[in-house]
RNA sequence: GCCAGCGUAGCUCAGGGGUAGAGCAGCGGUUUCGUAAACCGCCGGUCGUCGGUUCGAUUCCGACCGCUGGCUCCA
């Protein structure tokens, strides 16, 4: 591959060979590409996490139905078995073999050392490091799997080549195994789940990244909220509301206009006003902060709030719940004195492990980002803020990786990563320390001396935002919500209509109890009921008939497709009220 | 925003230059059943939108809207 560029996310230790054949995969794929194409000109083709790629620029767009050409053309030189041969030579040799490859040329270019390698296989040669297969014929299993535009070195402003993703395996059957958890996942797509349990919409009368919340999916929201809320009124939060939109100045007098722009909605004008939706929560926090003079015995603050933005995505990067135009943060502003800072962001870390616990996530990854290049404040001021973050985490043994340059311009931050499905990353919690509104706002505390003292002001979420958190939580579960967050929590099945009063009894019975069951007395078959009730994973199937209205009882069904058999409904009761308590 | 693909009934999908079809859902009946789909009948669609080509377009072409896979971006 052409500069074998590592992949710097972190991975963990792969098996060498399986490294290897993606690698010789790709020069393969690349090779049948040139027999095709003979005027292709290639970019760079590495290897990836579950994979390798290839970017070319070829004469006309691919379309789906070249993969298997491509891949018969592969096959055949797979059966050629030619071996991968290297050989080093000085780059302006490598400079003439490439003559007609401008890519590679640039690439050649960046390249430090004097010597360069090329591995070459049948009539194809690469700019490449290497290792390789011996020889093609140890390709086992490969499949192309996908094609997509990416621009020449991930840059918008330069040309889009067509990338061709690919897989390769030991054997046949890897590459099923591979294929059969790639289909699993995407059965856990909330995108999927989201209509198949009615959870929630968008329209194209709406507009995209609008998500409209259905009644099960609403449920599921505000159990997570009602529990949100409850752990911050523990914690010495206070939950406020503040209005949508501002006026624009408010939001210059931030510098959300300067560095944001293109990400807000275009102001509106009422009254002569200019006014704009919100795009962050902070600034109605400030201003309360601000309403009266605040004593050092006041601090910490700690504003919390549910709070709607709305930003403007290019349409490209929406994607169901997860990246959407309008979302709710689960937002808080903590006002405190530097000497609290240390304390009031371990506390923050916490109460994030803590949801994240709570919630089933025991994956995820920490990251802490650095001073970028334009940034608010001063350099020391980074410094020890960065160093209280980083001491936080070590004294919380916390695994993180360090982002340099990647803060927002206005202060370092954690960031805790989840993974959804079909393993993309997307970003939940957030820690962020600002060092740019209290300058702008100046808002301050009056100390012991009677004098006025810099506030530090410290950004935050503990799921990220109820939109993206939900998607990540149905995707986690697969859409098998845990009793406790499950929008219906019982079916009460009876078998026949006779048994329907007794069934209601039984519902009346449970919901009395806070829990959430309902009958579904339609004129059925038992079995269908079951099998509807075990497609919407509903935790708990009550199935009534003759036998157990004698008995003051029901069978009991859970959806792990255990028949649990005839139990008395006082016992029923307590079980699901046990398992919603421990919220499991 | 960019590259490619897709858009047919509420859902899943078939079809294809002469104005459309299945299963499920819905509605009306029949059935009253013991752990993942009872039976019969009916209703249901400007084939995403707008424009063009054509005697004729849902089908071909273009633009737009939306979705999917990537790229870029992501406070």
């Known amino acids: 591959m052409p500069h074998c560029r590592q992949f710097e996310m972190k991975r963990e230790a792969r098996d060498e060979q399986l490294e290897r054949m993606q690698h010789s995969a790709a020069h393969v794929m690349a090779e049948a590409v040139q027999h095709l194409f003979p005027e292709a000109k290639f970019g760079i083709g590495p290897t990836i996490e579950n994979g390798f ?9 691919l379309t789906p139905d070249d993969l298997p050409v491509i891949e018969d053309k592969m096959g055949e030189f797979i059966l050629r078995d030619a071996s991968f041969v290297t050989e080093q030579m000085s780059k302006k040799r490598a400079r003439e073999l490439f003559a007609d490859q401008p890519y590679k040329l640039e690439l050649l270019e960046e390249i430090p050392e004097a010597d360069v390698t090329i591995y070459k296989h049948g009539s194809f040669w690469d700019l490449c490091r290497g290792p390789h297969l011996n020889s093609t014929g140890e390709l086992r299993a490969v499949k192309l799997t996908r094609i997509a535009g990416a621009y020449w070195r991930g840059d918008e402003k330069r040309p889009m080549l067509q990338r061709i993703y690919g897989v390769a395996f030991e054997s046949e059957e890897q590459l099923g195994e591979y294929l059969q958890r790639q289909a699993e996942a995407a059965k856990r797509d909330h995108r999927k789940l989201g209509k198949d349990l009615d959870l929630f919409s968008t329209h194209e009368e ?113 994607y169901g719940m997860a990246r959407v135009r309008g979302f709710t943060q689960d937002d808080a502003h903590i006002f405190c004195r530097p000497d609290q800072v240390e304390d009031e962001l371990l506390e923050v870390v916490r109460l994030a492990q803590f949801m994240m616990s709570s919630f089933g996530f025991e994956e995820y990854e920490v990251f802490l980002s650095t001073r970028p290049e334009r940034y608010a404040g001063t350099a020391a001021m980074w410094e020890e803020a960065t160093e209280s973050l980083r001491h936080v985490l070590d004294r919380l043994a916390l695994d993180y990786e360090e982002d340099p340059g990647e803060g927002v311009f206005y202060g370092p931050k954690i960031d805790v990563k989840l993974r959804d499905a079909l393993g993309h990353e997307w970003q939940g919690p957030t820690i962020q320390v600002d060092f740019n509104l209290p300058q702008r706002f100046h808002f301050c505390y009056i100390g012991e001396d009677g004098s006025e003292h810099s506030v530090t002001m410290i950004h935050r979420t503990v799921l990220g935002a109820m939109e993206r958190f939900v998607a990540c939580l149905t995707e986690h579960y697969g859409g098998a919500f845990p009793v406790w967050l499950a929008p219906v929590q019982a079916v009460i099945i009876p078998i026949a209509d006779r048994h329907a009063d007794y069934a209601h009894g039984v519902e009346a019975d449970l919901r009395s109890e806070g829990v959430r069951a309902i009958v579904d007395d339609r004129s059925e078959r038992m079995n269908l009921k079951i099998r509807e009730a075990q497609l919407e994973k509903v935790p708990y199937m009550l199935i009534v008939g003759d036998k157990e209205v004698a008995s003051a009882s029901a069978s009991l069904r859970a959806r792990s497709n255990e028949d649990l058999g005839p139990e008395a409904v006082a016992a029923i009761k307590s079980r699901i009220k046990t398992a919603i308590e421990s919220r499991s």
């Not at 790629?53 to 767009?61: N, Q, T």
């Not at 919100?278 to 015995?297: A, E, F, Q, T, V």
């Open 206 to 318: 709406i507009g995209p990244g609008l998500i409209c919340w259905h009644p099960r999916g609403a449920l599921v929201r505000r159990i997570i909220e009602d529990y949100w809320k409850d752990e911050h009124d523990k914690r010495g939060y206070d939950i406020i509301y503040t209005p949508h939109i501002a006026k624009l100045d408010l939001w210059k007098t931030s510098g959300h206009w300067e560095f944001y722009r293109e990400s807000l909605y275009p102001p509106m004008e009422i009254e002569g006003q200019h006014y704009m939706l919100r795009p962050m929560n902070c600034l109605g926090h400030i201003l309360i902060y601000k309403s009266r003079l605040r004593s050092y015995r006041d601090l910490p603050i700690r504003y919390a709030e549910l709070g709607t933005v709305y930003r403007y995505e290019r349409t490209g990067v929406l």
């Open 53 to 61: 790629y290839y970017d070319f620029e070829l004469p006309r767009p």
